[in-house]
């Protein structure tokens, strides 16, 4: 079952580009989470680098998609031009072209200019992190201009019908088994999965956080890396076991992020 990892750009401190008060980052975090439960319901498996307004670097976002395995990559984005209503259009970019990411973004485009978007076309980014330093085939959608009323008028009426053609663009290149199994067994006996629900720079407030989950049932530890105290939830074999225990933790609105270490810097465990 081929995994892809959805990023809403931008989050947090990080507002993205801003035009008459609306946020790139809520534009981007709504419609990554719309096409990720189109794919779920198409029986795709689906980790997101974020599901609430949280900041995370670039190369974080790159490393959740290598740590998972994951076979693709899609990273959601508006574009925004120096003048107002000046530049419209959608346009996806690759790392490089002639490659399977370029074949993906293909497909992603054409839906999108079928919306009625202005096609912007495929063009490469070897400068942007996401796309550089991830292990898989990544696209990353601008998905019109932010500070164009024209594209925003064709996103806000066409919401879902975007997320749909988004989603069939996916569907189209890429096939539910995964792109690759070549995972040797000395690498399976290596690899845990974890759901980490926050960090801290104080041992105090992440123990509190580790007590909390416990008392709703939820075994949790905390780990340091980095100086940084990282509070993750279960340690299972498998990716879809840490999927599944992600589900269960969002009911309870914990911010949630899959992880895949070793993670032997414990600290305290619970």
Do not use: C, W
């Given at each position: 079952?081929?995994?892809?990892?959805?990023?809403?750009?931008?989050g947090?401190?990080d507002?993205?580009?801003i035009?008459?008060g609306?946020?790139?980052?809520e534009?981007?975090?709504?419609?990554?989470l719309a096409v990720g439960n189109?794919?779920?319901?198409?029986?795709y498996q689906?980790i997101?680098t974020?599901?609430?307004d949280?900041?995370?670097?670039?190369y974080e976002?790159a490393q959740?998609?290598?740590?998972a395995?994951a076979?693709y990559f899609?990273?959601?984005?508006?574009n925004?031009?120096?003048n107002?209503n000046t530049?419209n259009g959608?346009?996806?970019?690759?790392?490089?072209?002639?490659s399977?990411?370029?074949?993906l973004a293909?497909f992603?485009q054409?839906e999108?200019?079928?919306?009625?978007?202005?096609?912007?076309?495929?063009?490469?980014r070897?400068?942007?992190?996401?796309?550089?330093r991830?292990?898989m085939?990544?696209v990353?959608?601008?998905?019109g201009?932010?500070?164009?009323?024209?594209?925003?008028r064709i996103?806000d009426?066409n919401?879902?019908?975007?997320?749909?053609a988004i989603?069939?663009g996916?569907?189209?290149?890429v096939p539910?088994?995964?792109?690759?199994?070549?995972v040797?067994q000395?690498?399976e006996?290596?690899?845990?999965?974890?759901?980490e629900?926050?960090?801290s720079l104080y041992?105090t407030?992440a123990n509190?956080?580790?007590e909390?989950?416990l008392?709703?049932?939820f075994a949790?530890?905390?780990?340091?890396?980095g100086?940084?105290?990282?509070?993750?939830?279960g340690?299972?074999?498998?990716?879809?076991?840490?999927?599944e225990?992600?589900?269960?933790?969002?009911m309870?609105?914990y911010?949630?992020?899959?992880?895949s270490?070793?993670m032997?810097?414990?600290t305290?465990?619970?």
């Open positions: 079952m081929a995994l892809i990892v959805i990023d809403a750009g931008h947090g401190f507002n993205g580009a035009y008459q609306r946020k790139e980052k534009d981007n975090l709504r419609l990554a189109l794919l779920e319901q198409k029986g689906v997101y974020r599901t609430s949280e900041y995370q670097s670039p976002k959740i998609a290598n740590d395995g076979d899609i990273s959601f984005h508006r925004s031009g120096e107002d530049y959608v346009q996806t970019l690759v790392y490089d072209k002639d399977e990411a370029e074949r293909d992603i054409n999108l200019v079928e919306m009625g978007f202005a096609d912007l076309g495929i063009d490469e070897t400068g942007l992190v996401v796309l550089r991830t292990e085939p990544a990353l959608i601008e998905t201009f932010i500070n164009n009323d024209k594209d925003n996103y009426e919401f879902y019908r975007i997320a749909e989603a069939a996916i569907e189209n290149a539910l088994g995964s792109r690759s199994q070549e040797t000395r690498d006996e290596q690899i845990s999965y974890g759901v629900v926050g960090r041992e407030s509190y956080l580790a909390e989950l008392s709703q049932g949790s530890y905390v780990y340091q890396e100086g940084i105290l990282h509070v993750i939830v340690r299972t074999g498998t990716l879809e076991e840490a999927l225990l992600q589900k269960k933790l969002r309870f609105d911010p949630t992020m899959i992880v270490s070793q032997e810097q414990e305290d465990v619970f």
